[in-house]
């Protein structure tokens, strides 16, 4: 089996949406937790144009439904929202599913961020933000969160024999 067929196999085994051509990548699945349409917008479009495949859930709740249904490589969740917060949802999936990659973030709500975002470091978050997002930032944090936790997901130069 050729490298390319064997990191294509990799990739569907694993339940991800690889794009494999000569000098493209095998992209994780992310999924998105936010209870503003317009933030999960935003990064649903900054992530897709990077190559990412994204699902969205407005809330823990259904966030953790999500997962389950169909694990994603990475979540991005918010830490303040209705139903379900980011805390309480880390906490869930964490007991359930230990090795879950999540970056959390947080513009604060009526406090600092800085505490929500230590309390959900503490909990399991591989990497934490701040609210409003910086494009580079999170696209950096996206792809070292997933690189760390999967190194067969990232650039695969595909040999052409």
Do not use: W
Not at 96 to 110: H, N, Q, R, W, Y
Not at 122 to 138: H, N, V, W
């Amino acid at each position: 089996m050729d490298l390319a067929s064997r990191h294509l196999a990799l990739a569907v085994s694993r339940g991800l949406n690889p794009s494999i051509g000569k000098g493209t990548q095998i992209m994780a699945r992310i999924l998105i937790i936010d209870d503003e349409p317009q933030i999960r917008s935003m990064l649903k479009l900054m992530l897709e144009r990077d190559g990412y495949e994204v699902v969205e859930a407005p809330d823990g709740i259904e966030g953790i439904t999500g997962y389950r249904q169909k694990p994603a490589d990475l979540i991005i969740t918010d830490l303040i929202m209705p139903n379900k917060d980011g805390i309480g949802m880390i906490i869930e999936l964490k007991k359930e599913f230990p090795d879950v990659k999540i970056i959390a973030m947080s513009g604060g709500g009526l406090n600092k961020p800085e505490g929500y975002l230590k309390g959900a470091k503490k909990l399991g978050a591989a990497c934490t933000l701040t609210k409003p997002i910086d494009r580079e930032e999170l696209l950096q944090a996206v792809k070292n969160t997933i690189k760390d936790s999967n190194p067969t997901v990232q650039e695969t130069p595909i040999d052409s024999a």
